[in-house]
C-alpha cells in the first residue's frame, strides 16, 4: 500500500513492493546466498538474519520508458540505488523518502538496491541505541511514468477567519532539458495551465512557465463557505485534486488529502481550530516482532485502535518520522500526531560529528514537504534529548528550528528535553517540552518533580509557553508479578503510571503527555546491555500487544480527564 487513497487519475504509477524480490547478503556467514524475500521487510525477520548487521542487495525488474520516477518511501538505513547496472541514486536514513528520475527506454529493467544497516562514523544518526535500527527496504517502492512536465507537491495551508480560507501552492517541476536544436523550452507556454480543485473551489493559472530542468511554484488563496472542520476524533478530510494540461489535455495530475484545522500558540496555550486540546498520548516507535519497523497497514490499524482504546488523542513519532500510511490513519481517525525528525540522545560529542548536521536537517527538509498536508500533526519536534544545554547544541537546534520556519510556518515547534533545569534552548521553539522519569531514573515523586521543573520554567525564556511532558513511565517485563511490587513488576509499573498521569494532568500550565511509551521494542544488542530481553520493556503493552497490569491502570486514568484542557 502506497497511501491509503488513490494519488493519481492521469499519472501512470505502479508499487514495486508487495512482492518478493531477491535478497543477497553482500556480508556475514551467508554472503552471496540468494533468497527471496517480501518487500517492504526487514531482513531481521528472515531466519539466520535476526541479529545481521551489515549490506545486502535486493534485487527486481520493472518495465517502462520515458521519465521514470522511482520513489523509495523508506530504506534502512543507507541506499545505493542501480538502474541496469549504473549508480542512480545514494540516500542516508531509514525515515523518509527519497526519489529519482531517469530517462529510459521502454522495456524492462534491473533495479538494484544495496541497502546497509551498519554502525559507523558515517551514520551520525542511526547508532547504537534504545531502539533498533533495522535493515532492509523497510516501506514502498512506487514507479511512476511522468511527463516532461510533473507535480512535485501541493500544499494547502488553511486558515480560519470569518469563514475557512486556504493557501494553495503547487510545484511544477519541468523536467525537459536544454536543446538549441528543437528549443522545447521556449515552447509556447500559454498553451500551458495548471489547475487546482479542493472541496468545490477551483483555481486555474494560465500560461505557466518553468524553465527547463527547473521547478516552479504556482499559489492562490481559495475561500470556502461550508466546510467541515478536522479534529480531534472526528478526521473530516479533503482531496486536493492538482492538475498539468497542455492544449487543454491533462499530461500530470497529483491528488493528496488536507483537513481544514489551524494550529495556535496563545497565552501558553496550543488551540486547534480555537479548543485547547489536554494531549493524553503515547510515544509509539515502529517495532514489531514480526515485522520490524514494516509495520503493515493492518498492524498500524490495530495499534491505533488499541491506543484509543486506551483514552489517547495523539501520538509522538519516536524518533522519527513516520510511514505516510500511519499518518494517513492518523488523519482519518482524528489522532494528533506530534513528529519529529530522527535522533535520540546524541551527547554534544555525537553532535560534532561531521556529517550530523547535514544529515539531521535532510530529515527535515524531506520530512516537512512530504507531510505537510496531514492534518494530524499539529507540531515539529526535533533532536530528541540532545546537547541542549551547550552553546554548540543550541546553535545546531537553532538552525534547525530556522529550518522548519523556511519550510512551515503554520506548525509550532518544539523538542523533547530531558536537560532538567540546565536546559539552554528553551527560548527557541513556541512549545516547551521535557522527559521525565519520575519513580524509575529518580525516587522523587511525580508531582514534586514536574512542579519542580514547571516552576523552573517560569525563569527561563521558557516562561509561559504551552508546557508539554513528552515522555514519561516505567518498566515492566510482561508477567513479572511478585506482592514485592518491586522494579519491573507489572504492579509497580500500573502504580507508577497512575500516579505520573495525575501528577501532570493536575499540573497547572501543563498542557499533557505522552507515555514513555505504547509497546515493548528492540533495542540495539551494541547499546545497553541492562536492559532485559535486549528490549526497552516500558511498554503498556508488550511488543505482541499483549496488555500489562498498566492497560486497565491507564485507560481508567486517561478516561479521568477530559479530551480538552479548558474543561
Ligand atoms: C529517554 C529516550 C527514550 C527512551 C527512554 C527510556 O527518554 O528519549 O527513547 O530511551 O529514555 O526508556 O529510558
Same mark, same amino acid.
Given at each position: 500500500m502506497i497511501r491509503t487513497f488513490r494519488q493519481h487519475d492521469?499519472? %501512470? &504509477? &505502479?508499487e514495486?513492493?508487495?512482492?518478493?524480490? $531477491?535478497?543477497?547478503?553482500?556480508?556475514?556467514?551467508?554472503?552471496?546466498?540468494?533468497? &527471496? =524475500?517480501?518487500?517492504?521487510?526487514?531482513?531481521? /525477520?528472515?531466519?539466520? #538474519?535476526?541479529?545481521?548487521?551489515?549490506?545486502?542487495?535486493?534485487?527486481?525488474? #520493472?518495465?517502462?520508458?520515458?521519465?521514470?520516477? +522511482?520513489?523509495?518511501?523508506?530504506?534502512?538505513?543507507?541506499?545505493?540505488?542501480?538502474?541496469?547496472?549504473?549508480?542512480?541514486?545514494?540516500?542516508?536514513?531509514?525515515?523518509?523518502?527519497?526519489?529519482?528520475?531517469?530517462?529510459?527506454? &521502454?522495456?524492462?529493467?534491473?533495479?538494484? =538496491? %544495496?541497502?546497509? /544497516?551498519?554502525?559507523?562514523?558515517?551514520?551520525?544518526?542511526?547508532?547504537?541505541?534504545?531502539?533498533?535500527?533495522?535493515?532492509?527496504? @523497510?516501506?514502498?517502492?512506487? +514507479?511512476?511514468?511522468?511527463?516532461?512536465?510533473?507535480?512535485?507537491?501541493?500544499? =494547502?495551508t488553511p486558515v480560519k477567519e470569518e469563514n475557512w480560507k486556504a493557501k494553495i501552492e503547487v510545484c511544477v517541476a519541468n523536467l525537459r532539458k536544454e536543446s538549441p536544436k528543437d528549443s522545447v523550452c521556449e515552447k509556447d507556454d500559454s498553451r500551458t495551465e495548471v489547475k487546482v480543485e479542493l472541496a468545490g473551489q477551483r483555481y486555474v493559472w494560465s500560461g505557466v512557465s518553468v524553465p527547463c530542468g527547473e521547478e516552479g511554484v504556482v499559489s492562490c488563496e481559495l475561500s470556502f463557505e461550508d466546510v467541515e472542520e478536522w479534529g480531534m476524533h472526528e478526521g473530516k478530510l479533503y482531496e486536493v485534486h492538482a492538475w498539468i494540461l497542455e492544449d487543454g489535455k491533462a499530461v500530470d495530475d497529483l491528488i493528496d488529502r488536507t483537513g481544514f484545522r489551524?494550529?495556535?500558540?496563545?497565552?501558553?496555550?496550543?488551540?486547534?481550530?480555537?479548543?485547547?486540546?489536554?494531549?493524553?498520548? #503515547?510515544?509509539?516507535?515502529?517495532?514489531?516482532?514480526?515485522?520490524?519497523?514494516?509495520?503493515?497497514?493492518?498492524?498500524?490499524?490495530?495499534?491505533?485502535?488499541?491506543?484509543?482504546?486506551?483514552?489517547?488523542?495523539?501520538?509522538?513519532?519516536v524518533h522519527y518520522p513516520n510511514d505516510e500510511v500511519f499518518?494517513?490513519?492518523?488523519?482519518?481517525?482524528?489522532?494528533?500526531?506530534?513528529?519529529?525528525?530522527?535522533?535520540?540522545? +546524541?551527547?554534544?560529542?555525537?553532535?560534532? $560529528?561531521?556529517?550530523?548536521?547535514?544529515?539531521?536537517?535532510d530529515v527535515i527538509r524531506e520530512m516537512i514537504p512530504l507531510h505537510y498536508n496531514h492534518p494530524s500533526i499539529y507540531i515539529w519536534g526535533i533532536l530528541n534529548e540532545c546537547a541542549s /544545554?551547550?552553546?554548540? !547544541?543550541?546553535?545546531?537546534?537553532?538552525k534547525q528550528f530556522d529550518l522548519i520556519q523556511q519550510l512551515d510556518t503554520s506548525r509550532p515547534r518544539s523538542f523533547a528535553s530531558c536537560?532538567?533545569?540546565?536546559?539552554?534552548?528553551?527560548?527557541?521553539?513556541?512549545?516547551?517540552?521535557?522527559?521525565?522519569?519520575?519513580?524509575?531514573?529518580s525516587d522523587q515523586q511525580p508531582e514534586e518533580f514536574v512542579s519542580g521543573l514547571y516552576d523552573w520554567v517560569q525563569e527561563t525564556e521558557g516562561a509561559g509557553k504551552p508546557f508539554l511532558i513528552t515522555e514519561i513511565?516505567?518498566?515492566?517485563?510482561? !508477567?513479572?508479578?511478585?506482592?514485592?511490587?518491586? %522494579?519491573?513488576?507489572?504492579?509497580?509499573?500500573?502504580?507508577?503510571?497512575?500516579?505520573q498521569i495525575d501528577a501532570v494532568m493536575q499540573q497547572p500550565g501543563c498542557q499533557g503527555m505522552y507515555i514513555w511509551q505504547?509497546?515493548?521494542?528492540?533495542?540495539?544488542?551494541?547499546? #545497553?546491555?541492562?536492559?532485559?530481553? @535486549?528490549? /526497552?520493556?516500558? !511498554?503498556?503493552?508488550?511488543?505482541y500487544r499483549r496488555p500489562k497490569l498498566s492497560y486497565e491502570v491507564v485507560r481508567d486514568a486517561y478516561a479521568s480527564y477530559t479530551d480538552y484542557a479548558e474543561e
Open positions: 492521469v499519472r %501512470k &504509477q &505502479q514495486l513492493s508487495g512482492r518478493l524480490w $531477491n535478497f543477497m547478503p553482500l556480508s556475514g556467514k551467508y554472503q552471496g546466498r540468494q533468497y &527471496q =524475500v517480501s518487500v517492504p521487510g526487514c531482513w531481521e /525477520n528472515l531466519p539466520e #538474519f535476526e541479529a545481521y548487521r551489515g549490506k545486502a542487495q535486493y534485487t527486481a525488474t #520493472f518495465t517502462a520508458g520515458g521519465n521514470v520516477r +522511482l520513489e523509495f518511501k523508506g530504506v534502512s538505513h543507507t541506499a545505493e540505488v542501480y538502474v541496469d547496472g549504473e549508480l542512480v541514486r545514494e540516500h542516508y536514513n531509514a525515515y523518509t523518502a527519497f526519489d529519482v528520475i531517469l530517462q529510459l527506454e &521502454q522495456g524492462e529493467h534491473l533495479l538494484e =538496491v %544495496k541497502v546497509d /544497516n551498519r554502525f559507523s562514523e558515517e551514520s551520525a544518526l542511526h547508532i547504537p541505541n534504545d531502539y533498533m535500527t533495522y535493515g532492509g527496504i @523497510t516501506r514502498p517502492v512506487v +514507479l511512476e511514468e511522468l511527463a516532461d512536465t510533473y507535480i512535485k507537491w501541493v500544499h =494547502v489551524q494550529v495556535t500558540v496563545e497565552n501558553g496555550t496550543i488551540y486547534i481550530n480555537g479548543s485547547a486540546p489536554r494531549i493524553k498520548g #503515547f510515544c509509539r516507535h515502529e517495532d514489531h516482532p514480526q515485522f520490524g519497523c514494516a509495520i503493515p497497514y493492518e498492524a498500524m490499524v490495530y495499534d491505533l485502535m488499541q491506543m484509543r482504546d486506551l483514552g489517547a488523542n495523539s501520538v509522538r513519532t499518518l494517513d490513519l492518523c488523519d482519518e481517525m482524528g489522532i494528533l500526531v506530534w513528529e519529529e525528525n530522527h535522533a535520540r540522545g +546524541l551527547s554534544e560529542e555525537r553532535m560534532k $560529528n561531521p556529517n550530523f548536521e547535514r544529515q539531521a536537517e /544545554n551547550t552553546e554548540y !547544541g543550541k546553535e545546531c537546534y537553532q536537560q532538567h533545569k540546565t536546559d539552554l534552548c528553551l527560548g527557541i521553539p513556541e512549545v516547551v517540552s521535557y522527559n521525565i522519569y519520575p519513580l524509575w531514573y513511565g516505567a518498566g515492566a517485563v510482561y !508477567g513479572f508479578r511478585h506482592p514485592s511490587h518491586e %522494579k519491573w513488576t507489572e504492579e509497580y509499573q500500573a502504580e507508577t503510571l497512575k500516579k505504547y509497546c515493548d521494542v528492540r533495542v540495539s544488542r551494541e547499546w #545497553f546491555n541492562n536492559r532485559p530481553r @535486549t528490549m /526497552n520493556n516500558k !511498554g503498556v503493552v508488550d511488543e
